[in-house]
């Protein structure tokens, strides 16, 4: 049976689930399903929290077969900054790379990442901030427009640099996480050229995570996650959206899960520790909106690799354990 504490934690995952709305007009950073292995890329404060060299990659193809749709590339890498012979160490530092076609539209966003982590008796707060660019192109003239006369839709944005920061907190121990950031502090417009009559900007996001490990015994152990994602500011506004996850995790190796989006949709993910170093994860997902009648869901590839020195310092719950 489940310790008291995990059922306390699932119960109170489902009452927050329950007041999240279930509709949602859009998005505006990159949404991935596994966001289990992408936490550096809307939290800052994650780098390092594995201890460890981390290098992680992953590959949507959001809504399949409809044309134009998004298709999306991330590498990122963290580390702590030290000799890995340290207990512990304050510092870390982390580096990613993002790649996103929509249409006629293109982003490729640059970022570094820095944390500094507080340890507790228990647990360890980390504080993030990261710093980059983006690069953004949109070629209008590739459309085909009802109204040909329309300037704003002939003048194609090439690799516009929009500068931007965010910052994050991110608490965790041997068995639990829990965070909050904000990816994206300025609000660029995309087009600086027309800036005062273009309604295209980057509208500010926040979001929330946590997670729990319950263990069942030693083969099983049970992990409930939460990403809840806000955006918006004074003229635009996305309805708050939530990724409910349940995943069980067999034998330190295998992690398989469900999870529940409330912009109607069900995502199935599979993760297996391959080797030693190597991790590879699957994701697919499932929309019931009005969208299934055009498209073939979404699918999602993670590969990652750990470079790790001495095994007996990360075997914790939050990780499936190396070979």
Known sequence: MLCKRAIHILILFFVVLQFC?????????????????????????????????????????????????????????????GTYMLPFRKVAVGGSIASEKIGVESNTNVMGYYAYRIQQKNTIVSFGLRAGVKMYSAYYSQLN??????????????????????????????DF???????????????????????????????????????????????????????????????????????GVFYDRLMTGLTYRTDKSFEFIVHIQATRNINVGYAYDYLMSELRSYDRGAHEIVIGFDLIRDNSKYLTPRIIRAF
């Open 21 to 81: 709305p279930f509709q949602s007009l859009g998005q505006s950073d990159q949404h991935y399903t596994m966001f289990l292995y992408n936490k550096l890329l809307y939290n800052p404060g994650y780098a390092g929290s594995k201890n460890i060299t981390s290098i992680n990659t992953d590959y949507r193809d959001q809504w399949s077969g409809i044309e134009g749709a998004p298709k999306t590339f991330n590498a990122a890498i963290d580390a702590p900054i």
């Open 145 to 174: 427009l009802v109204q040909q006369n329309d300037l704003s839709m002939t003048q194609d944005v090439r690799n516009a640099v929009l500068p931007n920061a965010g910052a994050g907190i991110y608490w965790y121990g041997d």
């Open 177 to 247: 996480y829990a965070g909050i950031s904000v990816p994206n502090l300025l609000q660029n417009y995309y087009d600086k050229k027309q800036s005062r009559n273009s309604r295209a900007k980057e509208v500010r996001g926040y979001y929330a995570c946590a997670g729990y490990v319950a263990t069942v015994n030693e083969v099983v152990k049970i992990e409930p996650q939460l990403l809840m994602r806000y955006a918006g500011n004074h003229i635009y506004k996305l309805p708050f959206n939530c990724d409910f996850n349940v995943s």
